[in-house]
């Protein structure tokens, strides 16, 4: 484990978000925290996934953070539904499902990453979901949702690997947050057993501890709310 030097900045991009706006709380209530960016097209400073220019702009207005956290997501919206079946793949929904759960992200760590600090602990986190793992996918479904979060995972894998050549300090991995009571998750809670659906505050807090346990041996893990190791 090791510490981060405090104080220091955070930065939330997704804070409109249900898991974004409990991590921001959190971030602000912690002491050794001086001030929390958050970001997200309709919450926070403004930030759109799926435009570059917005991205490097919004990561011009922070110097040094230590912290950076991407809880965007996206696995229902307009032209996107979880597909039961290949029947139901779609190349415009898996196109926006890659736009915002891979691409987007992978901006995000090209600009905020460089501005994280050279020395010191720092943690450039990605939330991704655990139907992601390739090696754990035995129910099948969802085909945009975890192709691109597996997508995403290789990319913060890749980031990894680059960013240990420049800054030992630094720590960049996936997270899983479980399954959280947020507008993401809503039209699926039904078969999900009771106390498995976590609080956006309870899920916060549990991803908030795990990035504090992290050491630079960590770098580039795919790692569940309560630290345990997920495979690829
Ligand atoms: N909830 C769960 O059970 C669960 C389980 C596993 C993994 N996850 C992951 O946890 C993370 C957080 O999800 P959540 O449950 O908090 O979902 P949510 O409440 O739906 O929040 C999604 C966030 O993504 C942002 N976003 C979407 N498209 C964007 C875009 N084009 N540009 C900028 N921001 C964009 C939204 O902000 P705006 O719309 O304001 O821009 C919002 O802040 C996601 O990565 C999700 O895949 C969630």
Not at 118 to 142: E, M, T
Request: with cysteine; charged share 20%.
């Amino acid at each position: 484990m090791s510490a981060f030097p405090a104080p220091f900045d955070a930065v939330v991009v997704g804070a409109s978000g249900g898991l974004g706006a409990a991590l921001v709380e959190r971030l602000e209530a912690d002491p050794r925290v001086g001030r929390v960016h958050g970001f997200s097209r309709s919450g926070g400073a403004p930030l759109d996934l799926t435009d570059e220019t917005s991205i490097a702009a919004a990561a011009a207005t922070v110097k040094a953070p230590r912290l950076v956290i991407v809880a965007t997501g996206l696995l229902h919206g307009p032209g996107v539904a979880p597909e039961k079946r290949i029947a139901a793949v779609d190349a415009q929904g898996l196109a926006r499902s890659f736009q915002v759960n891979a691409i987007g992200p992978a901006l995000v760590m090209k600009h905020f990453g460089q501005r994280l600090p050279r020395d010191g602990k720092a943690v450039l986190a990605v939330i991704s979901a655990r139907v992601g793992s390739i090696a754990d996918n035995r129910q099948g479904g969802w085909y945009g949702y975890r192709a691109s979060k597996a997508a995403l995972n290789q990319l913060m894998r890749t980031a990894a690997v680059e960013l240990a050549m420049h800054r030992k300090d630094a720590i960049c991995v996936a997270l899983h947050p479980g399954t959280v009571d947020t507008p993401l998750s809503k039209p699926f809670q039904k078969g999900v057993p009771a106390g498995a659906l976590f609080a956006p505050a309870y899920a916060a807090a549990q991803l908030l501890a795990v990035i504090d346990r992290l050491s630079p041996h960590d770098t580039g893990r795919f790692l569940a709310w309560d630290g345990r190791n997920i495979p690829f």
